[in-house]
Nanobody, 126 residues
Framework: VQLQASGGGLVQTGDSLRLTCAISGRTFNSEPLAWFRQAPEKEREFVAGIDTWSGRTYHADSVKGRFTVSRDKAKNTVYLQMNNLEPEDTAVYYC????????????????????WGQGTQVTVSS
């Protein structure tokens, strides 16, 4: 299984970006897919996730109303639409997938995920 994240870049405050995570090797029809991010000298944190079993999405409080996670099942791809970006959003963004179903209360825990993309850098200038 491989996850390939792309779409990062250098933008200004208030701009938008869309991250893409292309998945190959298997499909995920009942397992969670998620985005995490890690800023320098900080721990990796949950950004957003989707439970492919129910289709429900989950977003961290810090990005609610600005970021939206979605999935194209036919393309086996997950997206993260990021609007109204802030300097605090600067980080390396990783997509992740889990090999089996998850208790929803754990969807935001990085240790629960088995597959990770290589990360894409997002830098927001003030």
């Amino acid at each position: 299984v491989q996850l390939q994240a792309s779409g990062g870049g250098l933008v200004q405050t208030g701009d938008s970006l869309r991250l893409t995570c292309a998945i190959s090797g298997r499909t995920f029809n009942s397992e969670p897919l998620a985005w995490f991010r890690q800023a320098p000298e900080k721990e990796r944190e949950f950004v957003a996730g989707i439970d492919t079993w129910s289709g429900r999405t989950y977003h961290a409080d810090s990005v609610k109303g600005r970021f939206t996670v979605s999935r194209d099942k036919a393309k086996n791809t997950v997206y993260l639409q990021m609007n109204n970006l802030e300097p605090e959003d600067t980080a390396v963004y990783y997509c992740a997938a889990r090999s089996r179903r998850i208790v929803i209360s754990s969807i935001n825990r990085a240790a629960q995920y088995d597959y990770w993309g290589q990360g894409t850098q997002v830098t927001v200038s003030s």
